[in-house]
């Protein structure tokens, strides 16, 4: 894990930490020999977790944290379990950069008629394009008040 990726991944991890998870998704930890050593393990984990989830960003001693935490990690979930942890992190960053705003019928049927027009292929670059335009006009029009 790297330190851009804990404010994602420190609630996936804290939702999959509880002991119940592990018995829903055997295929994602480590087999322990004994529960003793499961518990071992997980107490270890959720340890580091706290360490990292109150440490400040600027703590210089957040690098040794975070390689604690990745050491425990290691310790506690399979190969095939980090993966897919890898894979639900990807899908929240994702989730996290878009945005949703709901727009009226009628200014998406105008939209898609100026994307057609101007061979655009998304709204996105619809919307870049207009206000592009937009930032262009209001600072030929400070030039010219200026």
Do not use: C
């Not at 101007?118 to 207009?130: C, E, I, T, V, Y």
């Amino acid at each position: 894990m790297q330190p851009d990726e804990l404010a994602y991944a420190l609630p996936l991890l804290l939702r999959l930490l509880p002991m119940q998870e592990n018995s829903k998704r055997l295929d994602w930890f480590l087999p322990f020999e004994s529960k003793l050593q499961l518990q071992t393990h997980h107490i270890a984990l959720s340890t580091q977790l706290t360490v990292i989830a109150t440490s400040l960003p600027t703590d210089s001693a957040l690098s040794l944290d975070l390689d604690a935490v990745n050491l425990a990690l290691n310790n506690y979930f399979s190969d095939y379990g980090w993966r897919m942890v890898r894979k639900e992190l990807s899908q929240i960053k994702k989730r996290k950069k878009k945005s949703h705003i709901e727009l009226s019928n009628d200014l998406i049927y105008r939209l898609k008629t100026f994307m057609s027009l101007k061979q655009l292929d998304s709204f996105d670059q619809a919307m870049d394009h207009l206000l592009s335009n937009e930032e262009q006009n209001h600072d030929i029009d400070m030039i010219e008040m200026g």
